[in-house]
C-alpha cells in the first residue's frame, strides 16, 4: 500500500476538521497528520478513510472516529516516553498514533483475528509496541504501572484492577456508560488511594466486553 501526496492531502483536510472541532493539542494534529490512516481499513472502505468517521474493521468491530481518537489522546496528556496501556487494540490506528507521540506502547487486545493482524501488521509500518491478546479487564500487571491508560471501548463500570495500575500522578481515559452511550470521563490518580475525575462529553463506543474471544 502507498502513502501518496493526494493521501496526505486529504489527511491535511482531515487534520483541519478536527482543529476546527476543537482539538489544539498539535502534538496529536502532528501525529494524526503522520499516521495513514488508510493502512488501518478494512479493504471496502479504503475510499473513506479520510472522512471523520467510524468504520467496520471486522470481528464486528470499528475503527474510532478520528475526532474520538483525537479527544481521546488530547484528554490524555501524552508526552514522550511515557508508559502508556491501551485496551482495545481493533485496528492499531490508536495504536500508532501512540506510537507516532513518542509513548512506550503496551496495548491488548481480545479479539484473536484483529491482535494477530495488529501484531504483524503495525511493524511492518515502522510503529513499534507491545501486543497482547487478553482481556483489558485484567490490564498487563508485570508491565505497570502506566504514566498513561487509554480504553478505547466502552465500559459500564471503572474496571478496579486498570486504577490499581495507573501510577500516581497518572491519567486514565475511559467512556463511561451503557451500550447506547458513554460519557468520557478523565481520571486523575492523586495517591495510593485518591482519583479523581471529570466528565467531557457523549460519545459512542462498542461495549467493552469480559473474557476473550476464540
Ligand atoms: N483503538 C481501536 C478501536 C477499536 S474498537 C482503533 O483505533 O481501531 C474497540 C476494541 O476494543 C475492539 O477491537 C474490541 O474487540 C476491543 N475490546 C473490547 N473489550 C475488550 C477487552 N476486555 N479487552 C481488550 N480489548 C477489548
Redesign the pocket.
Known amino acids: 500500500m502507498n502513502d501518496t501526496y493526494r493521501h496526505k492531502g486529504l489527511r491535511k483536510i482531515l487534520v483541519e476538521e478536527v482543529h476546527s472541532k476543537g482539538i489544539k493539542d498539535e502534538k496529536v494534529l502532528n501525529a494524526m497528520m503522520n499516521v495513514p490512516r488508510h493502512f488501518?481499513m478494512d479493504t471496502s472502505f479504503v475510499k473513506y478513510a479520510y472522512k471523520d468517521q467510524a468504520f467496520p474493521?471486522g470481528?464486528g468491530?470499528?475503527?474510532?472516529q478520528p475526532y474520538t481518537?483525537a479527544f481521546q489522546t488530547q484528554l490524555l496528556e501524552v508526552d514522550r516516553y511515557h508508559k502508556v496501556l491501551?485496551?482495545?487494540?481493533?485496528?492499531?490506528?490508536?495504536?500508532a498514533i501512540l506510537v507516532e507521540m513518542g509513548a512506550k506502547v503496551f496495548t491488548?487486545?481480545?479479539?484473536r483475528d484483529?491482535f494477530l493482524k495488529a501484531q504483524s501488521f503495525l511493524p511492518s509500518i515502522g510503529y513499534k509496541a507491545n501486543f497482547f491478546y487478553?482481556?483489558?479487564?485484567e490490564g498487563q500487571i508485570s508491565y505497570g504501572p502506566f504514566d498513561r491508560i487509554l480504553i478505547?471501548?466502552g465500559a459500564t463500570e471503572i474496571p478496579e484492577k486498570l486504577k490499581s495500575q495507573l501510577k500516581i500522578g497518572g491519567i486514565m481515559v475511559i467512556p463511561l456508560g451503557d451500550s447506547s452511550s458513554q460519557v468520557m470521563t478523565r481520571i486523575e490518580r492523586k495517591s495510593d488511594d485518591e482519583y479523581s475525575e471529570t466528565e467531557h462529553g457523549r460519545f459512542v463506543?462498542?461495549?467493552?466486553?469480559?473474557?476473550?474471544s476464540m
Request: neutral net charge.
Open positions: 488501518f474493521i470481528c468491530q470499528t475503527i474510532s481518537v491501551e485496551v482495545g487494540t481493533g485496528s492499531g490506528y490508536q495504536t491488548i487486545e481480545r479479539q484483529l487478553g482481556d483489558g479487564y478505547t471501548a463506543f462498542v461495549p467493552l466486553l469480559k473474557g476473550k
